[in-house]
């Protein structure tokens, strides 16, 4: 009977293996596209510092782009739910890698002329943007539904692929731009060939199981819980606006503080990232057996505190400095995250539409928030400090409204 029984284990594992081996590879894939749609496409921060663009400009340029293209995730979603969610993320992933057209334009800005190189630039912006619209709520939603009950650490380990490369991007291309004259295309090279394993390892089941709703039922749904869901979209255009504006700044910041040419060439941005990777998992494995409320109001109050301690702190060695960087950084990357597996939590059937709502129309509007900055920081009464510390009001309002959350969720049976 033990022999049996053995016999019967050994099968059941190895028919676990086999249906749980393409979830294993199309995760895989999915961290490794994000992490090259992010390294590829978030590079305009550092990108305006090393051409010298105009600051107002480079503002308006990256809201205009993100405002419009953002906008459209929620339909992306809807298109994703109804069996398109690998074909988003592999053309999401091929148009953002566009933004290495940026060096080039740089570099001959002058031949090219000011107003038709600002054109251009923001119509490879737009390319971009439109990628990443694309890939986010698909990628979102595949990754949160692999593996049942495990939601925001899947989600987590998602975001996380797209904030390594994000944190890597910048490093990377002001090296190339440096390097290679401003011919930063040629990175496309090693982007066609990852490409290729992403499209061989990316075989997401389209509906997780679940038939796609029709577009009446989708509405339906989104109306059954639109209390709690609009107080969750709050809360992220609230620190979607406070992440891009901060990120848009951060070169001259760190640049005004006299720090080294490394850490303002990206490796500020890396270190943040690197916060974000080591506490954005735990925090989802935390939520996932705490419970998102408490942890995500935690987290908002810590980031608050860190982000003006690091805004507002004097000079400090750079081993002090960088410390600080991995803390601020770990609670800025983690509460986008937790909101969008409470969102997809809300309407699991219509995962791909919540993460558009929430990570594209949020970022649609947080998106604004450069050229705010931008504007603010030629104010010499206010100065870039002052534009940052304003930015903080932003993560204020997101605790309020997250203290919130708890009562006007239980109509929607979030828990």
């Known amino acids: ?103 080039p334009l740089g570099i001959y800005r002058e031949a090219l002329g000011e107003v038709w190189a600002y054109l251009l630039m923001f119509l490879v912006m737009l390319v971009v943007r439109f990628g990443q619209a694309m890939f986010h709520p698909a990628g979102a939603s595949v990754a949160g539904g692999l593996v049942e009950g495990h939601r925001s650490t899947l989600v987590a380990l998602f975001i996380a692929g797209g904030m390594m490369g994000f944190g890597t991007g910048q490093m990377i291309f002001s090296a190339a731009y440096q390097q290679l004259d401003g011919h930063t295309e040629y990175l496309l090279l090693p982007a066609a060939l990852l490409f290729i394993f992403l499209y061989r390892w990316c075989r997401p089941r389209q509906t997780d199981g679940h038939q796609p709703l029709k577009l009446k039922e989708t509405l339906a749904g989104l109306a059954h819980v639109r209390l709690p869901l609009f107080i969750l979209y709050l809360i992220l255009v609230l620190l979607s606006a406070q992440t891009i504006g901060f990120y848009f700044l951060l070169p001259e910041f760190l640049e005004l503080r006299g720090y080294p040419t490394w850490m303002v060439n990206g490796g500020g941005v890396l270190l943040f990232v690197i ?17 998102r409320f408490r942890v995500l109001a935690a987290i908002l109050v810590l980031m608050l505190v860190s982000y003006y301690v690091l805004l507002l702190a004097p000079s400090m060695p750079v081993a002090a400095f960088a410390g600080l960087c991995i803390i601020t950084g770990g609670f800025i990357g983690t509460g986008n995250p937790m909101g969008v597996a409470l969102g997809q939590q809300l309407l699991p059937h219509s995962a791909s539409v919540v993460s558009g709502i929430l990570m594209g129309l949020a970022w649609s509007v947080g998106g604004t928030a450069p050229a705010i900055v931008a504007c603010l920081a030629q104010i010499e009464s206010l100065g870039l400090i002052g534009a940052l510390a304003m930015l903080g009001a932003a993560n204020v309002l997101a605790i309020v409204l997250a203290m919130c959350l708890p009562f006007v969720a239980r109509r929607g049976k979030v828990h």
């Open 275 to 291: 916060g974000s990777v080591l506490i954005a998992v735990p925090a989802g494995r935390l939520s996932d057996r705490f419970g």
């Open 1 to 103: 009977m033990s022999t049996i029984r053995a016999a019967l284990s050994l099968r059941r594992i190895g028919q676990f293996s086999r249906v749980q081996s393409p979830s294993v590879r199309t995760l895989f894939a999915l961290v490794l596209a994000h992490a090259l749609l992010d390294s590829y496409g978030t590079v305009w921060p550092i990108f305006k510092k090393l051409a010298n663009l105009n600051l107002v400009w480079a503002g308006l340029i990256v809201t205009v782009a993100t405002s419009l293209t953002a906008a459209t995730q929620p339909l992306f979603g809807i298109w994703a739910d109804r069996g398109h969610r690998r074909q988003f993320i592999l053309l999401g992933t091929a148009l953002a890698t566009a933004g290495m057209l940026l060096g």
